[in-house]
């Protein structure tokens, strides 16, 4: 079996308070027999959400590893056509995925991934109050409005965070409807075969029919005069 190789998605280094890498999405071919890792860099005390679809292929299957920078393995499956999974908290380092289609000698695999980060709940509870106390100092008692800083901060996060799911949800279900659509198409393959094929046996059978009965009817006695 070939060698599998590796592709580097992101490198992460910096102390543990800044912000996490952006979130990624990779769709790629995986060869029958071969198995791809991918290398994720990830800061620590942070969440880290890996979610996988086998949208292409026959079977949809595909087995899925996801070790943590210090060589533990996290997840383990086998034969799976999706799956998703959490890693909270995370260690500063290179998360390692792994996707193997060496069970199967015939058909390659369309697989889709997306990575998605979230920063430490305490650093953005932390940043909020800081900013918070900013704004507190800077604005003048005169200039106080009615809703507060805090809940106009908090609203607008609420905001964001459900802008991004919302994102992250549409990205799943367009990865969902590539792969009903290549198994529609498969199955659409699969039954023009057969139909041509079960059209090819009626066009002999009914020539055989009609050779048979002419055969039946013929005379076949010589004639003397």
Same mark, same amino acid.
């Given at each position: $079996?070939? =060698?599998?190789?590796?592709?580097?998605?992101?490198?992460?280094?910096? &102390?543990?308070? =800044?912000?996490?890498?952006?979130?990624?999405?990779?769709?790629?071919?995986? &060869?029958?027999?071969?198995? /791809?890792?991918?290398?994720?860099?990830? +800061?620590?005390?942070? *969440?880290?959400?890996? %979610?996988?679809? @086998?949208?292409?292929?026959?079977?949809?299957?595909?087995?899925?590893?996801?070790?943590? &920078?210090?060589?533990?393995?996290?997840?383990?499956?086998?034969?799976?056509?999706?799956?998703?999974?959490? @890693? %909270? +908290?995370?260690?500063?380092?290179?998360?390692?995925?792994?996707?193997? !289609?060496?069970?199967?000698?015939?058909?390659?695999?369309?697989?889709?991934?997306?990575?998605?980060?979230?920063?430490?709940?305490?650093?953005?509870?932390?940043?909020?109050?800081?900013?918070?106390?900013?704004?507190? %100092?800077?604005?003048? &008692? /005169?200039?106080?409005?009615?809703?507060?800083?805090?809940?106009?901060? /908090?609203?607008?996060?609420? $905001?964001?965070?459900?802008?991004?799911?919302?994102?992250? $949800?549409?990205?799943?279900?367009?990865?969902?409807?590539?792969?009903?659509?290549?198994?529609?198409?498969? !199955?659409?393959?699969?039954?023009?075969?057969? *139909?041509?094929?079960?059209?090819?046996?009626?066009? @002999?059978?009914?020539?055989?029919?009609?050779? $048979?009965?002419?055969?039946?009817? %013929?005379?076949?006695?010589?004639?003397?005069?």
């Amino acid at each position: $079996m070939a =060698a599998p190789w590796l592709w580097l998605l992101a490198l992460w280094a910096g &102390p543990a308070a =800044a912000p996490p890498p952006p979130d990624a999405e990779v769709t790629f071919v995986l &060869p029958a027999g071969r198995r /791809e890792c991918f290398y994720q860099g990830a +800061p620590g005390n942070a *969440s880290l959400e890996a %979610e996988y679809q @086998v949208i292409g292929g026959a079977g949809l299957d595909v087995d899925f590893s996801l070790e943590s &920078p210090s060589g533990l393995l996290l997840v383990s499956e086998y034969r799976r056509s999706d799956g998703a999974h959490t @890693v %909270e +908290p995370t260690e500063a380092g290179d998360y390692k995925l792994c996707f193997d !289609n060496s069970f199967s000698t015939i058909s390659e695999k369309l697989v889709f991934f997306e990575l998605i980060f979230d920063s430490a709940q305490e650093d953005e509870e932390e940043e909020e109050e800081e900013e918070g106390d900013a704004w507190v %100092e800077a604005a003048e &008692p /005169e200039d106080t409005l009615d809703v507060k800083i805090e809940d106009i901060k /908090e609203s607008i996060e609420t $905001m964001r965070s459900r802008l991004e799911r919302s994102i992250q $949800m549409q990205t799943l279900l367009r990865a969902f409807e590539a792969r009903d659509r290549n198994l529609q198409e498969s !199955n659409l393959g699969r039954v023009n075969f057969w *139909s041509a094929v079960n059209l090819g046996v009626l066009v @002999v059978v009914a020539f055989l029919q009609v050779y $048979m009965l002419k055969s039946l009817f %013929e005379d076949k006695r010589t004639v003397r005069t």
